[in-house]
């Protein structure tokens, strides 16, 4: 007879077997943490995070600004709510491009009370003019209205209430030094461990009524490519194929044939990922080549390969950058099934 796996988990008939939209969307939502005693992961960046948070709420002060900055997905945005959580306060959420003119900016800053937070993702994206009405906001709590034109033109300053500005963003690179340098704390967001993104797994499938064992969590924690994000998605994906094919019951076994009819591999490649890499390595010889070249040839934005696919082949060591362009570690071609070149052929590269 067969062990009986190990499960964790609530009972499913807790929960409707065919939840509506708006159910659905409240599970979803409720994978966030909440404190920082719920966050996994980034240990190094939570206890400095508490501690500034302490010291903060005992002087009574607003929290310093922040900058998040990593890959995506890797809980920048839950980081700002739990800020906002432990301090006890609001949290605005805007974005880089939303902020289009000066007006949107002065018009966020001049509603926040003292101590709101305000947090603007993809803030590398922001335009020179509204990050100029930042310097002085982030500095001395103040903007200044221009009114009339020419030689009559006259500054209007207008005092704000302290606030603490959280950034985030996945391309720290793009900021300013002078933007850069008005933040008071500046965390960097690694990729996840199996270890630790098991932990998330199995902390997700309590939430969701899910039935899991350890093998099944470190399965779907093996593929995810040490992002959260990527985590609580390929849980729901094997969530519905175990409640269709399994009895609701997650297995090593289970979430491996779910996560391979999903295109998802061993090494947590999706479709895209294999193409990106079979490109360079079928029509470049292994590269290097121009990422400009590498998009149009698999008919994607530059963009979408260099912050969504490159972060994580580039971590795993399955593409390298060089001066001439992208290429292709030996690892990629062992796993995706081509012979290693040979030493001559490296040679030449």
Do not use: C, W
């Amino acid at each position: 007879m067969s062990r009986e796996p190990s499960i964790k988990g609530e009972d499913p008939e807790r929960r409707s077997p065919k939840a509506s939209p708006e159910e659905e969307e409240r599970f979803i939502l409720n994978l966030r943490p909440r404190t920082l005693s719920e966050y996994i992961g980034q240990s190094e960046v939570v206890e400095s995070l508490r501690i500034a948070l302490t010291a903060a709420r005992s002087r009574r002060e607003p929290l310093e600004h922040v900058l998040f900055h990593g890959p995506p997905g890797l809980g920048k945005t839950t980081l700002a709510h739990i800020i906002a959580q432990e301090m006890g306060t609001k949290i605005t959420h805007t974005s880089g491009p939303a902020l289009e003119k000066p007006l949107d900016i002065v018009g966020i800053l001049s509603n926040l009370e003292a101590g709101e937070i305000l947090f603007i993702d993809e803030i590398h994206r922001i335009s020179r003019t509204i990050e100029e009405y930042l310097y002085s906001a982030m500095e001395d709590f103040q903007v200044d209205f221009v009114y009339g034109k020419g030689a009559y033109a006259k500054t209007l300053p207008y005092q704000l209430k302290r606030f603490t500005l959280i950034g985030a963003t996945t391309r720290a690179g793009l900021l300013s030094a002078p933007l850069r340098d008005r933040f008071g704390m500046t965390y960097h967001l690694d990729y996840y461990s199996p270890e630790e993104l098991t932990r998330v797994v199995e902390r997700s499938a309590r939430i969701l009524a899910v039935r899991i064992d350890q093998e099944g969590a470190q399965e779907i924690a093996r593929r995810s490519r040490g992002t959260p994000r990527i985590a609580n998605r390929l849980l729901r994906r094997v969530r519905d194929f175990a409640e269709v094919t399994a009895g609701g019951v997650i297995t090593q076994k289970i979430a491996d044939e779910a996560l391979t009819r999903e295109g998802v591999d061993k090494a947590g490649l999706d479709r895209l990922d294999r193409a990106y890499l079979t490109t360079i390595i079928e029509n470049y010889q292994g590269g290097p080549v121009g990422i400009e070249a590498l998009a149009a040839t698999l008919n994607e934005e530059p963009n979408t390969l260099v912050d969504v696919v490159e972060p994580y082949l580039l971590k795993i060591g399955f593409v390298m950058r060089t001066p001439a362009g992208r290429r292709v570690g030996e690892a990629a071609r062992i796993h995706l099934g081509y012979p290693p070149k040979s030493h001559a052929q490296q040679r030449l590269l």
